[in-house]
């Protein structure tokens, strides 16, 4: 018999770059070498997109990032992070502790966060929701009053908004929501159903005449619906908040009015000024953007998530926080491997830039209403703000068991303060609801007192006939 010979492979030679380096991604928390906050080392084969999912861990669990360097030369990801929790403590729960480290160590190998890992991110990515009911995502021209017309008309076409979250920025809105069958309380999976949805919702975007399908750069693009494995599904790596701004970023946002020279002025006064450049290292063949403003939380996500959905690749970072201020200098190139080569291009990453760190900051009062859940619940809270006055410019609404959780931000329609003694008097006239009311500028919640009481409408008797007929729908939590 004739000897047939093969080459040999080595069944171990797939692990060689583990057993060379180590594990492919090592994940170390140290808690001892800072005083004041916890420090988080990932080291890591490097992959498009590694640094934006581990932000996004961390930013899924409300933490806070204070510092950090970041490098990915020669395919190696090596990143350190200074982190606090919401009350600017150090990481000291070892759930948390066990959490990021399961979290993103799942990251690299792009498989799904276990059950455990997922226990302990907040309400903005839950990927549960995708067996249980139909995402919705819309994106348009935006209005006084568009997010109540869109709460009415899905509650016209019986369907129940189990969670919903908005964002309006430069007169555009994209919205992600979660619906279900009022009766069955099942996902919408019936493709006439969902059509008819679509169809009635882009009618109601189009209202202003200004048309949400179409091809031009400039224009609206078409709404969507759809059912499953899209929004923070397994996989997927796109959680609620990433989508809300790649919808902005496709509805060209970006593009909307410039900032008057009086409210610059303004914010520089306040502290808000923001300041983003890009100019070109030619010796290493980077575009270094520079990035300050205002501080706050999710800043990093924002900024990340902005260049890596543009198709940009970070290699370098270093961020830094310090008197209220942020200061981030990323060193990128495109996708392709090239630096920013026009003005045009740097100008475009600028605009992009500064809208997403804009569309988080609202100006306005925040209210957060919990009330007993119910079919067109949401339409109503909405319908009476809109019919007195009030714009939404974001939206967070959830439900837990059978409460309801809704927490807006709210602005006059017509350019002047919120009316702090209308809020008092909703408050009053709803009863049981449990009403939190915060503003933004005191960022401390309100106990409304009568020297605020500034009528500039005459709401409280307009208000109570209104509200009367579903107030008894309302429980109180505690």
């Known amino acids: 018999m004739k000897n047939v010979c093969a080459p040999y492979f080595d069944p171990d030679f797939d692990n060689l770059t583990e057993r060379i380096f180590g594990p492919t ?75 990021i480290q399961q979290a993103i160590g799942s990251t690299r190998e792009s498989t799904p ?9 907040n309400n ?37 908004i189990v969670e919903a979250h908005a964002w309006s920025h430069n007169a555009c809105l994209a919205c992600v929501a979660y619906i279900s069958d009022q ?6 999976e019936d493709p006439r ?25 400039s224009q609206i693009k078409s709404q969507e619906v759809k059912t499953g494995g899209l929004l923070g599904g397994e996989g997927t ?7 809300l701004h790649q919808l902005m970023l496709s509805v060209r946002d ?21 300041a983003v450049s890009i100019e070109n290292c030619d010796q290493k063949g980077y575009s270094i953007v520079s990035i300050e403003c205002k501080d706050r939380p999710r800043l990093m996500f924002d900024t990340v998530c902005t260049l890596t959905d543009m198709q940009y690749v970070i290699f370098h970072a270093s961020v830094v926080s310090h008197g209220g201020r942020a200061f981030q200098e990323y060193f990128i190139r495109h996708d392709d491997g090239y630096p920013l ?86 408050k009053k006239e709803m009863g049981l609801i449990d009403l939190e009311v915060k503003n933004d500028d005191t960022t401390t919640r309100t106990n409304i007192s009568s020297h605020d009481q500034r009528h500039r409408f005459s709401f409280g008797d307009l208000l109570k006939s209104q509200l009367e007929r579903f107030s008894h729908n309302f429980i109180a939590t505690k």
């Open 341 to 426: 080569s026009t003005e045009s291009e740097k100008e475009r990453v600028i605009k992009c830039l500064e809208a997403a760190i804009e569309r988080r900051v609202c100006e306005g009062v925040w209210l957060k209403l919990c009330a007993e859940n119910r079919v067109g619940l949401l339409s109503d809270i909405t319908r009476v703000l809109r019919e007195n006055g009030l714009a939404v410019v974001r939206a967070d609404i959830a439900t837990k068991g059978k409460e309801a959780v809704n927490a807006f931000y709210v602005r006059d329609v017509s350019g002047n303060e919120v009316d702090m003694g209308f809020l008092k008097s909703m």
């Open 124 to 160: 903005v990515s839950r990927p549960d929701h995708l067996s249980e009911h139909t995402a919705i995502e819309m994106s348009g021209t935006d209005r006084p009053g568009l997010f109540s017309e869109i709460s009415a008309a899905l509650a016209d076409l019986h369907c129940n």
């Open 237 to 243: 790596g796109t959680n609620v908040e990433r989508r």
């Open 183 to 188: 009766s069955s309380h099942a996902p919408i």
């Open 113 to 121: 966060r276990s059950p455990k890992a997922r226990a302990y991110t």
């Open 193 to 217: 159903r969902l059509a008819s949805i679509e169809d009635h919702l882009t009618t109601l975007l189009r209202a202003d005449m200004v048309p949400s399908i179409s091809t031009g750069p």
């Open 25 to 99: 991604c090592r994940v170390c928390i140290d808690n001892e070498s800072m005083e004041d906050c916890t420090v988080v080392m990932v080291d890591s084969v490097n992959k498009q997109g590694l640094l934006l999912e581990v932000v996004q861990v961390m930013t899924d669990l409300n933490l806070v990032i204070s510092k950090s360097y970041i490098s990915s030369d020669a395919k190696w990801f090596m990143d350190v992070f200074h982190v606090q929790d919401e009350q600017g403590k150090k990481l000291r729960d070892q759930n948390v502790i066990n959490c």
């Open 254 to 274: 970006f593009d909307g009015p410039r900032m008057s020279s009086s409210a610059m002025n303004s914010n520089e006064r306040s502290g808000t000024k923001m």
